[in-house]
Structures are given as structure tokens and as C-alpha cells.
């Protein structure tokens, strides 16, 4: 079968196409081959150094315009200052500057610094240009920077830093007419912070600081007159009290005025088991303790102090010196002063004083309608006290105090026959401590002796004890021990005097800030010396206070008191339950 003729075409076109290229080939082949020769461009370590400028392919014509060298443009200092740098004008990727450098594209390096921000290149920052009178900025705080000096306040009193901003943070602002930011507005006294928010805030007068109180409170005693026979009675007592205390930078003024009356509704009887009563009839008593401390800054280690003391009370009851068949009590006053001095020599401190007393009592109105006198039981007292103490450390100053006096009667000798004029004194030690405002206080113990100018009485003397100690076991509870020692003058024949000892144990317990718990143990010993008497006295109080705001307080009040004496028949027992308001201000 023949092939047709476009089948005969197609075919030979094919044969003369693989010819024609069978040509090329051979005539290709004829032809010499070379190799690169080795040349010193090869080794030139600039770039396009592996040829020569005018072998260049891409080597320029005369129409172009020539570059000052032909060598390809440098690449930017990293070192050179961005500000200063100058920057090439934008061309395409296609042609090039007519400089004929190849333009760069992003930001340099620490480009966007200013003369505030990081720099990556460590470079010197440049410094503002200051208008002419222009005051210098402030350097801005950063790490070691020192802390900003301490500025005075613009108030009354004692330079005062600045608080923390973590005291004032999220916090009601103030008015600015109660925080004195008024311009025109006198300066606004700064108040001392207050702990206790239902704490009286008292009144200024001047530059005294006023805080008055009154309290008022009935209930009923079961045994006002502490016989061995309890008598009761329905019982109201009234309590004022004040406190002055000055404001001043140097100098210091105090005044601590408290005193209280007692009154019952019932009499007692005037006889007991046909013997004249042991008690008074009119068992209303009075009592009030004040004094007036002042303090005088001569420097900075010297300072002169001065005490003005009064104090107005009766005999307690239940005592052996209240005489027989009394219409009431009788009042004594006892005031005195004390002048002395307080020196500073680094740690070591000196504090000295002279004291002059005075006891004096009213006469004894008896149920007969008859008057004694009382004048045996008035004296003098002259004396010193002297205190040397050395701070060892902060919060813990260890001391030594000795004091002496000289007690002169009115009277010789007293309704029994007794020379009672004395001297005595005592010496003790103890320390004084602080440690991180929980445990605060003193304690001391020493020595007291006494010796009476009539021979029949023997020397009064005795182990002592003083302190007082506050522990603030938590936010809501605080501790307090207290302890003291006196010497009391007595009228029983033979006595010499009555060595007293007072221990007490006081816990506060707040449920809330409005509501406090008191609880109060007392336990004391009367030793009657020459007369082996011995009288324990015990005492279990506690109070419970709802304060409604700062200024009234309401007060219950629950105790139970028992006299333990050697003695038959001078025991006895007391309850006495109160309720109460106080009005403070």
C-alpha cells in the first residue's frame, strides 16, 4: 500500500532539519578549545576586582555620565551619626543617582533615639539648647538616683517629710478648704494621728490641747461600808476628769485632773450589836488625784522639771484607822511639789529633784454631835530622789534610784502616846525597755526601811516592788501588769506603819472598735507591822464599753471584793454591779 503525498513532504522536511544540524556541529568542533587564563584580578579582594574596569559588561558608555570612580559606591558608616548623616536623593531600581551611588533603603541604626530615648550605638546625647534665663530641668529619678530632700511642712510644729505615695494612694480627696489649699487661707493646724476612732479629739485653746470628760453611773452595793455584817445600799457615783496638754516645739505643760464622788442612799447603823459601829453613818466619799507637770528645755541635754501634786481622799473602808462612832468620813489632803533637773551625758542620764509634802486632815464629826481632832495625823515630809540610768541599747535603759525624806508631825506624839516623827527612804534598781512597741513598761525591785524616833516602835522596812509593763499580744488585745509598794502612816498603837503591796493583772479585749471587754484582777497585802496584822484584799472586775461615737460611751460594770484579814471579825465581802454613761469631748 503507497503512502500518500503529504506523508512523502513531512518526511523529508524531517531528514533536512537533522542535516543541518549534523552541519553545525561538525563545524563547531573544527574550531580550538581555550581555557581562562590566570590573571592578578583574580586576587584583588575589592569588589569587581575579578575584572578589569573596561572589560566590565555593564561598563559605561559616553553617553552616560561618568562617576568620580568607577569602583561601586561604599556601603554607610554604622559610626556616624544619623542627624548628621547625608542622605542620598531616592532614584528607582531601575537607574541610578546622578551621583551614581546606590541609594539604601530602611532606617538606620538608633535612628529614632532623639536625645531622649535608647541608643544601641552608645553615642553622646546631645544636650537642649536653654533659652537665656530658662532654669535648668530637673534630672529625672532612676536607678541611684539619691532620694529627694526632705521638705518642711508648711504648718505649724516640726518639719514633717512627706508621706509615701502608698499612704496617700486610693484615697477620698479632701476639700480643698479642709486641706488648706486655698489660696488666702491661714495655715490649717496638722492634727497627730489618732489610733483609737472612738477617742475623744478634744478642743484647742491657744496652744493647749483640751480633752474634758464626765461619766455618770448608778447601781448597787452590797456592802458600801465593808463590814463583817454586809449592809447595802443603792450606790451613784459622778466622775469628772480634764487633761491639758500643751503644743509646743521646745517647753512641755501637762495638766491630769481626775476625781470621782461617791454616794449611797442608805445610812448605816451607828451601832453594832450594842458597840459603836466601825463605820460612819454618812458613807459618801470623795476622791480626786491631780497634778501639773512642767518641763523646761534649757538645751538640748539639760531640761528643768517641776510637779505640783494634790490629792483628796478618805481612809477605805474597812480599815483598822477609821476610828469608832463617825458621823462620816473624815477628808485628808495630801499636796506637795517637786523641783529637780533632767542632764543628758551621751547614754548616761542624771535626773534629781527635792520634794517638799504636806498631810493634813479635818477633824472627826462623831455621831454624838461631838469633835475630834485629827491634828496628830498631820505631817511634813521633806525629801530627795535621785535616778541615774545608761541606755545600753535602743529600747533598753537599765537604772538606779535611791531616795530619802524626813517626816515632821504637827504633833509630838500622837492620841496614843507615839513619837511618830521618821526618816527613811529606800534604793532600788530595775530598767526601763521597749522592744518593737509590744512589750513596753519598767520594772524594779529594791528596798525600803524606816525608823521612828520613839524606841517602842520598831524599824519599818521591806522587799518593794514597782513596774508596770504593757504587752500588745495582738490588733484587738493588750496586757497590762502593774505593781507598787508605799509606806503608809497608821494609827494603832504599837504599829509602827503598814507596808502596802498592789498587784494587779488588766486584759483589753475589742470584738469591735465600738465594743471593748476589761477584764481586772487585784490582789494587795497590808502588812501592820508591830501589830502582826496582815490583811490580803482581793479584787475581780469586769467592764463591758459600747461606744456610739466619740463623744458617749455607755459603761457596765461588775466587782467583787473580799477583805481576808488575820484579824476576828474585820473580814468581809462587797458586790457592786453599775451602769453608766460617759460624756467626753
Known amino acids: 500500500m503507497g503512502s500518500s503525498p503529504g506523508t512523502s513532504r513531512s518526511k523529508r522536511a524531517h531528514f533536512l532539519r537533522a542535516a543541518l544540524l549534523c552541519f553545525v556541529l561538525t563545524a563547531l568542533g573544527s574550531a580550538p578549545a581555550a581555557a581562562q587564563s590566570l590573571t592578578p584580578d583574580l586576587f584583588n579582594p575589592n569588589r569587581g576586582g575579578f575584572a578589569a574596569p573596561d572589560t566590565l559588561p555593564t561598563r559605561r558608555t559616553a553617553g552616560m555620565p561618568q562617576a568620580p570612580s568607577d569602583a561601586l559606591p561604599a556601603l554607610p558608616d554604622p559610626s556616624a551619626d544619623p542627624r548628621k548623616r547625608q542622605q542620598a536623593p531616592a532614584t528607582s531600581r531601575v537607574s541610578q543617582s546622578p551621583t551614581g551611588q546606590v541609594p539604601t533603603y530602611g532606617l538606620p541604626a538608633a535612628n529614632g533615639a532623639s536625645g531622649s530615648g535608647y541608643d544601641s550605638l552608645n553615642r553622646k546625647r546631645l544636650q537642649p539648647k536653654l533659652y537665656p534665663g530658662q532654669p535648668k530641668p530637673k534630672r529625672p529619678l532612676g536607678p541611684g538616683s ?10 505649724l510644729g516640726p518639719p514633717r517629710i512627706a508621706p509615701p505615695p502608698s499612704e496617700t494612694a486610693h484615697k477620698t480627696p479632701l476639700a480643698p478648704a479642709m486641706a488648706g489649699n486655698v489660696p488666702g487661707q491661714p495655715l490649717r493646724r496638722r492634727l497627730k494621728a489618732d489610733d483609737d476612732a472612738f477617742g475623744a479629739v478634744g478642743d484647742y485653746a491657744g496652744s493647749f490641747l483640751i480633752k474634758g470628760g464626765l461619766e455618770l453611773s448608778a447601781g448597787y452595793d452590797t456592802n458600801p461600808a465593808r463590814l463583817n455584817k454586809p449592809v447595802g445600799s443603792p450606790a451613784y457615783v459622778v466622775a469628772p476628769d480634764l487633761l491639758v496638754m500643751s503644743d509646743w516645739e521646745r517647753h512641755a505643760l501637762v495638766a491630769d485632773l481626775r476625781g470621782s464622788f461617791s454616794g449611797y442612799t442608805n445610812t448605816m447603823p451607828a451601832t453594832i450589836d450594842g458597840f459603836a459601829s466601825p463605820s460612819p453613818v454618812e458613807i459618801d466619799r470623795p476622791d480626786f488625784t491631780g497634778h501639773v507637770d512642767g518641763r523646761i528645755d534649757v538645751d538640748r541635754d539639760l531640761k528643768l522639771t517641776s510637779q505640783l501634786r494634790l490629792r483628796l481622799a478618805t481612809d477605805n473602808p474597812g480599815s483598822p484607822n477609821v476610828q469608832a462612832g463617825l458621823q462620816k468620813y473624815p477628808v485628808y489632803a495630801a499636796y506637795g511639789t517637786t523641783i529637780g ?35 496628830d495625823r498631820d505631817f511634813n515630809q521633806y525629801g530627795g530622789v535621785g535616778r541615774f540610768s545608761y541606755e545600753l541599747k535602743p529600747g533598753l535603759k537599765p537604772f538606779v534610784e535611791i531616795q530619802g525624806d524626813t517626816r515632821i508631825h504637827d504633833q509630838a506624839a500622837d492620841r496614843n502616846g507615839y513619837l511618830r516623827d521618821s526618816n527613811g527612804g529606800y534604793a532600788k534598781v530595775g530598767s526601763s525597755f521597749e522592744f518593737s512597741r509590744i512589750l513596753t513598761g519598767e520594772v524594779s525591785v529594791g528596798y525600803s526601811a524606816r525608823n521612828y524616833t520613839d524606841p517602842r516602835l520598831s524599824q519599818l522596812s521591806g522587799f518593794l516592788t514597782a513596774g508596770s509593763l504593757v504587752w500588745n499580744a495582738s490588733g484587738l488585745t ?9 509606806i503608809a502612816e497608821t494609827t494603832i498603837a504599837g504599829s509602827s506603819g503598814v507596808l502596802v503591796r498592789t498587784y494587779s493583772a488588766e486584759v483589753d479585749h475589742d470584738f469591735r472598735r465600738w465594743l471593748t471587754a476589761v477584764g481586772k484582777f487585784t490582789y494587795g497585802t497590808l502588812d501592820y507591822q508591830g501589830q502582826n496584822r496582815n490583811d490580803k484584799t482581793y479584787s475581780f472586775e469586769s467592764n463591758l464599753i459600747y461606744k456610739l461615737n466619740r463623744n458617749i460611751w455607755v459603761k457596765g460594770t461588775l466587782r467583787h471584793d473580799i477583805l481576808d484579814s488575820n484579824q476576828a471579825g474585820s473580814s468581809s465581802q462587797a458586790t457592786v454591779v453599775m451602769l453608766g454613761v460617759r460624756l467626753q469631748n
Open 146 to 155: 539619691p532620694p529627694p530632700p526632705a521638705t518642711p511642712a508648711t504648718t
Open 341 to 375: 533637773f533632767d542632764q543628758t551625758f551621751n547614754r548616761f542620764q542624771v535626773a534629781a529633784g527635792a520634794t517638799v509634802d504636806r498631810t493634813a486632815y479635818t477633824d472627826s464629826k462623831l455621831t454624838d454631835g461631838s469633835i475630834s481632832s485629827n491634828g
Open 478 to 486: 493588750t496586757v497590762k501588769l502593774f505593781t507598787d509598794t508605799q
